[in-house]
Nanobody
Framework: QVQLVESGGGLVQAGDSLRLACAASGRTFSRYSIGWFRQAPGKEREFVAAINWTGSTTNYADSVKGRFTISRDNTKNAVYLQMNTLNPEDTAVYYC??????????????????WGQGTQVTVSS
């Protein structure tokens, strides 16, 4: 089992950057792929990015390609989401999630077994 805790959210202005972190507990963290998702008010939760268990493969939603970068440090049981050139449409609660299929970078929410509680990101115009 994996427990996930997100951090790094906050209030920023359009064009600013933020770095989110997802800290995991559990000795088997390195076997999981990790995804970042977000949910804006009144909208469904959507895929943002994912990284496989070694960090060798990543996947991004079209809306964040070229602006967001996902990375992981298995020695620290952590995954990061570097978000650059933020815009108001990026405002949402951001969640990290773990997928026991460590090779997968799927965008499907149903594939992720464990979820964090989320961190709020608000981008003002």
């Amino acid at each position: 089992q994996v427990q996930l805790v997100e951090s790094g959210g906050g209030l920023v202005q359009a064009g600013d950057s933020l770095r989110l972190a997802c800290a995991a507990s559990g000795r088997t963290f390195s076997r999981y792929s990790i995804g970042w998702f977000r949910q804006a008010p009144g909208k469904e939760r959507e895929f943002v990015a994912a990284i496989n268990w070694t960090g060798s493969t990543t996947n991004y939603a079209d809306s964040v390609k070229g602006r967001f970068t996902i990375s992981r440090d298995n020695t620290k049981n952590a995954v990061y989401l570097q978000m650059n050139t933020l815009n108001p449409e990026d405002t949402a609660v951001y969640y990290c999630a773990a997928n026991s299929a460590g090779y997968s970078v799927t965008s499907s929410l149903r594939s992720y077994n464990y979820w964090g509680q989320g961190t709020q990101v608000t981008v003002s115009s």
